[in-house]
């Protein structure tokens, strides 16, 4: 349930269900999903379902990763140089990040899934990670602005500290909305303000402030 053919059966599944970047396919097509996840729920590592990771959290369904991964990428001729996603949780959309971008940041205000996180990734030979333990909220200042930002829990609206990070010309993707309403924004930073629209419904775990 870990095999190579288990994966190209979930590509094939991604393909039907409209994903069409070749680039990230590839990506999820070579990302052992199997290893973000409890020993005990290998054997269902490449269903297209969330599976529990622990305090609460979730690993997000391989379509919606890689349907925000082909939003924020969508129409670029090259590589974001930085992005930053907000909620590691158990590193996988981190890890499929990281062959599409220069360098990814990632925050996880649990401090035990961020550790967790940070050694499966480095296993991995990610090199061009960087995580840290604090308030998604706020972002990563010192490393701004980003050319894209993937939030991977729902607020009401965007945090305004994440909305100031956005370069000129790059896209925030995000839940955004109460629970039972929810909908996945793709937003482009312009000269002047963002440019918006929705890929439909969708149903995220709250996006939460503050460490634990």
């Known amino acids: 349930m870990t095999s190579a053919r288990t994966r190209a059966r979930l590509v094939a599944r991604l393909r039907d269900m409209g994903i069409d970047d070749e680039a990230v396919l590839t990506v999820m097509l070579n990302t052992p999903r199997h290893l973000f996840i409890e020993e005990a729920l290998a054997s269902r590592a490449y269903e297209d379902n969330a599976l529990p990771i622990g305090f609460g959290q979730t690993i ?43 360098r990814v940041y990632s925050i996880e205000r649990i401090e035990r899934l961020a550790e967790r996180a940070r050694e499966r990734l480095a296993a991995l030979g990610l090199r061009n990670v960087r995580l840290k333990h604090g308030n998604g909220s706020l972002g990563w200042r010192e490393h701004a602005p980003f050319e894209g930002i993937v939030i991977t829990a729902a607020s009401l609206a965007v945090p305004p500290a994440l909305a100031e990070q956005v370069a000129v010309g790059g896209r925030l993707v995000a839940p955004i909305g109460p629970a039972g309403r929810q909908e996945l924004m793709v937003m482009e930073r312009k000269a002047i303000g963002f440019e918006s629209r929705s890929l439909g419904g969708v149903a995220f775990v709250p996006l939460l402030e503050g460490l634990a």
Do not use: D, F, H, N
């Open 60 to 102: 997000s369904q391989p379509y919606m990763v890689a349907r925000m991964t082909a939003a924020l990428l969508a129409g670029r001729s090259e590589k974001p140089a930085r992005v930053l996603e907000v909620g590691t949780g158990s590193g996988y959309q981190c890890a499929v990040l990281a062959p599409l971008a220069g």
